[in-house]
Nanobody, 124 residues
């Protein structure tokens, strides 16, 4: 069983930056594909970014491409989401997720473990 804990959320003005962290307890990330998803009030959960176990393959939602970066430090069992040029429409609860396979995935149903979420609010 893998437990994931997100941190780094908060309130930021449009155009600002935040870095989210997701730490795993008791396991390393090297054998797990990782993903970030978000859910705004009244909206469906949507894919944000994903990374393969070796970090070579990454994919991003079109809405965040060029602004967000997913990267991981397997030695620390931690995956990060660097968010730059934030927009009000980025406001949501952000969740990290891990899957038992090493490959990336853009569908939430392919993930086995989920964090509790962290709130990101972007003001204008």
């Amino acid at each position: 069983q893998v437990q994931l804990v997100e941190s780094g959320g908060g309130l930021v003005q449009a155009g600002g930056s935040l870095r989210l962290s997701c730490a795993a307890s008791g396991r390393t990330f090297s054998n797990y594909g990782m993903g970030w998803f978000r859910q705004a009030p009244g909206k469906e959960r949507e894919f944000v970014a994903t990374s393969s176990g070796n970090s070579i393959n990454t994919y991003y939602a079109d809405s965040v491409k060029g602004r967000f970066t997913i990267f991981r430090d397997n030695a620390k069992n931690t995956v990060y989401l660097q968010m730059n040029s934030l927009k009000p429409e980025d406001t949501a609860v952000y969740y990290c997720a891990a899957r038992k396979g090493r490959g990336p995935a853009v569908v939430s149903g392919l993930y086995d473990y989920w964090g509790q979420g962290t709130q990101v609010t972007v003001s204008s």
